[in-house]
């Protein structure tokens, strides 16, 4: 059974420096892309970034670019995502989920692409 653990998430100020991880297990993750998708309350769940599965090829969406980066270790079969500069905009419930290779060449922005969903890890930004 496939499943996809997030954790790291938590309470800090504005500014602040933050790095969240997804663990998955019952799948081969090098045969994933994998990608990092958040939501706010009342709002639809949105991109954040995504990465191929050799971790050659990544993009962030233009609200993080410059402030977020995706990473991935497929030897300990983890997906990270390192937050700096954090803003209260960035408030949301943090989402990974993993996309068969079988599907796409290259990762999607489309949380529709995705195959496996983690529950989520809240990343709470205020002073």
């Known amino acids: 059974q496939v499943q996809l653990v997030e954790s790291g998430g938590e309470l800090v100020q504005p500014g602040s420096s933050l790095k969240i991880s997804c663990v998955a297990s019952?799948?081969?993750?090098?045969?994933?892309?994998m990608g990092w998708f958040r939501q706010a309350p009342g709002k639809e769940r949105e991109f954040v970034a995504i990465?191929?599965?050799?971790?050659?090829?990544?993009w962030v969406a233009d609200s993080v670019s410059g402030r977020f980066t995706i990473s991935r270790s497929n030897r300990n079969n983890t997906l990270f995502l390192q937050m700096n500069s954090l803003k209260p905009e960035d408030t949301s419930v943090y989402y990974c989920?993993?996309?068969?290779?079988?599907?796409?060449?290259?990762?999607?922005?489309?949380?529709?692409?995705?195959?496996?969903w983690g529950q989520g890890t809240q990343v709470t930004v205020s002073s």
């Open positions: 019952g799948l081969t993750f090098s045969s994933y892309h």
């Open positions: 989920a993993a996309s068969s290779v079988r599907r796409s060449a290259l990762p999607s922005k489309r949380a529709s692409l995705y195959d496996y």
């Open positions: 990465i191929s599965w050799s971790g050659g090829n990544s």
